[in-house]
């Protein structure tokens, strides 16, 4: 698959059918995020994936999202923040954020491009979770947890992509606001 399809393709899948994706994908899966820009080239990101069935129950109830807990593996993208706050000061949560969100969408192209199917799940009780997943180092926060499995064909049929932003809202030129591109004024010397 293309990027420019894998980027076009990608969607938000909240059912999921019994089908085991195979290990090794999910395995791969993880290993793109490793090729994502990090601040200071500092990887501090940890995954834990999940595949007990019972730990993915109670992951599911603590995100309060019962979808999640069809799936058959999650992936818990997690910080450790320790080094992150001596090495950017304020600037620290922005950094180690944005840097999640660069691995994960490298993880959600990925898992689009094999055919698997996925959620961007950021809402959970986080304490919950590191319950569940034995969560020691008090530095460590969750990003986020993705559910994968096979889209349940039944939900295939029935949903339609999500209309995206015309480019036209989102784009100014040169400056806020500025909707027309227009060419530099001619300066007379
Ligand atoms: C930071 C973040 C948190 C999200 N949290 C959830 C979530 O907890 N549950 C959920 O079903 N979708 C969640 N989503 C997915 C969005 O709802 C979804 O991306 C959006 O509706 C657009 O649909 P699409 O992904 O199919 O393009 C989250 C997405 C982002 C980026």
Redesign the pocket.
């Known amino acids: 698959m293309e990027l420019q399809d894998a980027i076009n393709e ?3 899948v ?1 059912r999921f059918s019994d089908k085991k994706p195979d290990w090794r994908d999910i395995l791969e899966v993880i290993d793109t995020a490793r090729h994502a820009p990090m601040a200071g080239n500092d990887f501090i990101l940890k995954f834990v994936t999940v595949f007990d069935p019972k730990v993915i129950e109670k992951i599911a109830d603590a ?1 309060q ?1 019962p979808f999640v807990g069809e799936a058959q593996y999650l992936i818990v993208v997690c910080s450790d923040t320790k080094r992150a706050t001596n090495q950017f000061g304020e600037k620290a949560d922005m950094f180690v954020r944005q840097q999640a969100g660069a691995a994960i969408q490298n993880m959600l192209l990925s898992i689009t491009e094999k055919g698997l199917a996925t ?6 009780v986080e304490e919950q979770v590191k319950r569940e997943i034995k969560v020691i180092p008090p530095t460590v926060q969750i990003e ?1 947890i993705l559910p994968i499995g096979y889209e349940s064909k039944a939900q295939e049929h029935k949903k339609v ?2 209309k ?1 932003i015309d480019l036209e809202n989102v784009l100014f030129f040169n400056k806020w606001g500025e909707q027309k591109m227009r060419p530099p004024k001619k300066v007379l010397t």
């Open positions: 990608r969607k938000s909240h995100c999202q959620c961007w799940v950021g809402y959970f986020a992509k999500k995206k």
